[in-house]
């Protein structure tokens, strides 16, 4: 198959380029390479591409009409992860967020059904179920109780990928991944960040009292739920991509000194807005539709982590 991805030379993106490279399809990534975080971090994640496969590289925003259709030659299928992530952000600056992750993607659609692709992946994320679930969240609950813009934004996405699905006849598929972590994480993001702060023996701020909890998905089980989206495309659906497990921020925090082989300290800071108490994902409905079986439980997956963190000294530093 011939896919372009949509933010591929970030966090997720990188990662489900090389799958798809590593299985033979032919890859075209779209990424402006913007400063939400280092962009020598994302050039860094296209060279450690290109030891895998070929993959042509389009360097532009997806806000620009020549460039969505110079992106969009050739291909059969989208997977958009390009967007604006991060829900602290979103409160600051939730124009951009609006811009980015529901403006750009109703232009995405426009210009792939001007080139006739039918067949689109759509990342979500576990934020839309916001206070009003109770874990675990299933696809079927009311998620009209967002709790950020960035939130707000993939609600928005998702009700907008489900029109465009049901007028046009597209198949799109929604993705609500649960907090994503491994090799290349986004360096702002909980366990990137704590790792940071620990080698410089520095205190994690920990936000409230260390009692919320996550449900942490490791990059290689995300990467196979997107891949086996890809695969079982029909019509419009929404699957969660999570763990199905969950720990406290507090346990969260002892696992990752001891797989960095540092004793943490901790400065307790107030409950920031914008953050959710608690996410677990009910993972059935894509267990039996995609086959979906998630494989790293967090503990393994934090070894894993702090492995590649301790061999990336430049990461240490602040950035
Ligand atoms: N990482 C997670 O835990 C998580 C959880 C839920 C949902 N998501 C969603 O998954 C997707 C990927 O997240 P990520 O963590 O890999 O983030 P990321 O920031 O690492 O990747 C996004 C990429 O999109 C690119 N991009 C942004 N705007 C663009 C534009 N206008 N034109 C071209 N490229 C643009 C960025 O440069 C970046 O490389 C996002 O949609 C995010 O909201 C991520």
């Not at 896919?3 to 990534?29: K, Y």
């Not at 020549?66 to 992860?81: E, F, K, T």
């Not at 299933?138 to 928005?156: F, H, M, Q």
């Not at 790792?195 to 023996?201: D, G, I, P, S, V």
Request: negative net charge; hydrophobic residues 40%.
């Amino acid at each position: 198959m011939r896919v372009l991805v949509t933010g591929g030379a970030g966090f997720i993106g990188s990662h489900v380029a090389e799958s798809l490279l590593r299985r033979g399809d032919s890859v075209s990534i779209i990424d402006n390479f913007n400063t939400f975080y280092d962009p020598k971090l994302k050039q860094k994640n296209i060279d450690e591409m290109r030891k895998v496969g070929d993959v042509r590289l389009i360097r532009g925003d997806l806000m620009d009409e020549g460039m969505r259709q110079s992106a969009l030659q050739d291909c059969d299928a989208v997977i958009h992860l390009a967007a604006w992530a991060g829900v602290r952000p979103s409160i600051e600056m939730p124009v951009l967020y609006v811009e980015q992750n529901l403006l750009m993607p109703t232009l995405l659609v426009e210009s792939m059904r001007k080139a006739g692709i039918r067949k689109l992946v759509w990342a979500s994320s576990s934020s839309v179920y916001g206070e009003n679930s109770n874990p675990p969240f299933a696809e079927d609950a009311n998620i009209l109780a967002p709790v950020s813009p960035y939130a707000a934004t993939k609600i928005g996405g998702e009700a907008l990928a489900a029109a465009f699905a049901h007028l046009y006849e597209l198949d799109i598929t929604a993705l609500r991944f649960f907090t994503v972590y491994g090799p290349r994480q986004r360096p702002e993001m909980a366990i990137h960040k704590f790792a940071r702060l620990m080698m410089q023996n520095r205190a994690i701020p920990r936000f409230g009292d260390g009692s919320t909890s996550r449900d942490y998905t490791y990059i290689d089980d995300i990467v196979g739920g997107v891949v086996a989206a890809l695969d079982h495309l029909g019509g419009y659906q929404v699957y969660n991509l999570g763990e199905s497990d969950r720990i406290t921020l507090s346990e969260l925090i002892e696992l990752i000194g001891e797989a960095l082989g540092v004793q943490p300290q901790i400065d307790a800071l107030p409950v920031q807005p914008g953050d959710v108490s608690h996410t677990n994902a009910d993972i059935s409905r894509a267990k039996k539709h995609l086959n979906y079986d998630p494989q790293v439980p967090i503990a393994e997956g934090i070894r894993r982590f702090a492995a590649w963190f301790k061999t990336r000294p430049e990461l240490w530093q602040e950035i």
